[in-house]
């Protein structure tokens, strides 16, 4: 597998509490992704990054932010946490479009009571 | 916007039975991917599919594109207890930096 870690693995946070999510991977590769995975909804991408502070929208961007500074770590921050955002945060990293093939990490559950 | 569907949801075989799952998008894909991810893990990439009516098999596993690149299949022949967990197919739209996953297909081998 691809080095990509998640940190923290789990975390537990209240409503309208901030919140960070690291990713970091040391393959190098160009693109990296942030999905939320919910029963019956599978993977759902939340923001993704084309290159060192460069990132756009995913399907289900509201209340989340990413930060890219460099190429080897992917921030996703939770502004002000809902119950909504409850959920497995899976980051993803890949080499080129249209090739492209996503290396995931092990995930980061977080529950936001 | 694109979306990617995927039945069914749930597929509970006998050993030893085969199995399929299908994708469908809702517009014309440049690629699909599949990928497998067991339960408590994470996803795990098996295959691309980039031409019309392509076919790749990976021992049991038989992948297909169709013909008009919005449909795709996955076919394990003969399942086994090492096949059990969620399939899910990714499509990828024409100048597009990002994949669209389906929701993905659970699978249960009963020994």
């Known amino acids: 597998d691809a080095g990509i870690t998640q940190s923290p693995r789990h975390k537990v946070t209240e409503t309208g509490t901030p919140v960070t999510l690291r990713c970091h991977q040391t393959e190098n590769h160009r693109y990296m992704y942030w999905y939320r995975q919910d029963p019956g909804h599978g993977l759902r991408l939340i923001h993704y990054?084309?290159?060192?502070?460069?990132?756009d929208k995913g399907e289900v961007s509201d209340g989340y932010s990413v930060s890219r500074s460099k190429t080897e770590d992917f921030l996703l921050t939770l502004e002000s946490a809902t119950s909504s955002q409850t959920s497995v945060y899976f980051c993803?990293?890949?080499?080129?479009?249209?090739?492209?093939?996503?290396?995931f990490g092990p995930g980061t559950r977080l529950t936001v009571l | 916007g694109q979306q990617v569907m995927q039945i069914p949801q749930y597929q509970h075989v006998q050993e030893g039975e085969d199995f399929t799952t299908y994708c469908n998008s809702s517009t014309t894909l440049s690629n699909i991917q599949w990928y497998k991810q067991r339960p408590g893990g994470h996803p795990v990439f098996l295959i691309q599919l980039v031409k019309s009516g392509e076919v790749k098999k990976q021992k049991r596993l038989t992948f297909q594109f169709g013909e008009a690149k919005k449909n795709s299949s996955l076919h394990i022949t003969a399942t086994q207890t090492t096949d059990v967990g969620t399939y899910f197919c990714a499509g990828e739209e024409t100048s597009y930096d990002k994949v669209i996953f389906g929701p993905g297909t659970s699978l249960s081998v009963i020994p």
């Open positions: 993803a990293s890949g080499t080129q479009r249209g090739y492209n093939e996503q290396f």
């Open positions: 990054s084309y290159g060192v502070k460069d990132t």
